[in-house]
């Protein structure tokens, strides 16, 4: 069996263009587009295949958009198991602004998905012979998928002994967290929705992350900060890392980048420290991508050999 499972149970093919300018009213002729399998694990496994890991996509897909996001996925070699739904996949689609650098990102609901549908996916991870060592639950959730999805298939995975990654948000992630995890990797905006609280500075990042970690709702918290950096939170530790400096092409991506490289490194028994340096090295990396490319190997060897030359980061060591 794979090391590394992941479940997306909202994926999409994107489509990145780009125009000169955008304006109101006026037809837009768009540069060729290019189009990617997309979806929070469907990223994740992307980006842990890149990188050498071992890992199969588990997603939810119909209609011609499923199909080709089926055909995406087998060109990059991903290993994949789609579960056939009756609904049309869903397509996202984002314009860069040629004249200003801006991103413009249009994300669309996805189809109504029926409980025998949602219900394969936990069908699925039951069946396995074997088990994966992490389980990364990761994306929306479409219409007709209930809240507690994702904490259900935690149940699951937990009393397997596999060990679980969630990246949502809004009520799903409320409900995921209530399973125990062993590690949610929220935005900034994810983490003041999930408190409830406007987070203006590093201290109340912090402090939101410990309060997730000492209520025994995850065991580590990596905290992602866009331009600011990111921020990993363990009930020993705390470290906080800025931005790399990086020319941005597009930034579609670059949190499941994040994401994937600290699973992949933790799986390969890397230390959180050394997780949190490739998840900056690879998140870093995918801003250098157009439209959804993600990240590049290459490019995150260089940028982890950037982070591990830098200075320490200013973090303390918690009691």
């Known amino acids: 069996?794979?090391?590394?499972?992941?479940?997306?149970?909202?994926p999409a093919v994107d489509v990145a263009t780009s125009i000169d300018r955008v304006?109101?009213?006026?037809?837009?002729?768009c540069s060729e587009p290019r189009r990617d399998p997309g979806g929070g694990g469907i990223n994740v496994a992307r980006v842990i295949k890149r990188l050498g890991g071992?890992?199969?996509?588990?997603?939810?897909?119909?209609?011609?958009?499923?199909?080709l996001l089926e055909q995406l996925l087998d060109a990059e070699g991903v290993p994949g198991v789609r579960l056939a739904i009756a609904g049309e996949t869903r397509?996202?689609?984002?314009?860069?602004?040629?004249?200003?650098?801006?991103?413009?990102?249009?994300?669309l609901p996805?189809?109504?998905?029926?409980?025998d549908e949602w219900e394969r996916c936990i069908g699925q991870l039951e069946a396995l012979a074997d088990s994966p060592r992490y389980l990364v639950m990761s994306g929306s959730l479409p219409p007709g998928v209930p809240v507690d999805f994702y904490a259900r298939l935690a149940r699951t995975a937990r009393a397997r002994g596999t060990q679980i990654v969630v990246d949502t948000s809004g009520a799903?992630?409320?409900?995921?967290?209530?399973?125990?995890?062993?590690?949610?990797?929220?935005?900034?905006?994810?983490l003041s929705e999930l408190k409830g609280l406007p987070l203006h500075d590093e201290e109340a990042w912090r402090n939101a992350a410990l309060e997730v970690v000492r209520d025994g709702r995850a065991h580590v918290v990596a905290l992602t900060l866009g331009e600011h950096g990111a921020l990993l939170v363990t009930a020993d530790q705390t470290l906080r890392a800025p931005a790399l400096p990086t020319p941005v092409s597009s930034a579609i991506g670059a949190g499941d980048s994040f994401l994937a490289a600290m699973v992949w490194a933790l799986n390969r028994h890397a230390s959180e420290k050394e997780a949190f340096h490739y998840a900056?090295?690879?998140?870093?990396?995918t801003l250098l991508s157009a439209g959804t490319g993600l990240c590049q190997p290459a490019?995150?060897?260089?940028?982890?050999?950037?982070?591990?030359?830098?200075?320490?980061?200013?973090?303390v060591t918690l009691p």
């Open 110 to 115: 996805g189809p109504n998905v029926a409980r």
């Open 172 to 190: 799903a992630l409320v409900s995921a967290l209530t399973e125990g995890v062993t590690l949610v990797k929220p935005s900034l905006a994810e």
């Open 1 to 10: 069996m794979t090391d590394i499972l992941t479940i997306t149970p909202n």
């Open 299 to 315: 490019d995150v060897d260089r940028k982890y050999r950037e982070i591990a030359g830098r200075k320490p980061e200013a973090g």
């Open 91 to 107: 397509e996202n689609f984002s314009v860069t602004e040629a004249c200003t650098g801006r991103q413009f990102r249009f994300v």
């Open 54 to 67: 071992d890992c199969i996509a588990v997603y939810l897909a119909g209609g011609a958009t499923g199909m």
């Open 23 to 29: 304006a109101d009213t006026r037809k837009l002729r």
């Open 280 to 285: 900056l090295a690879a998140a870093s990396a």
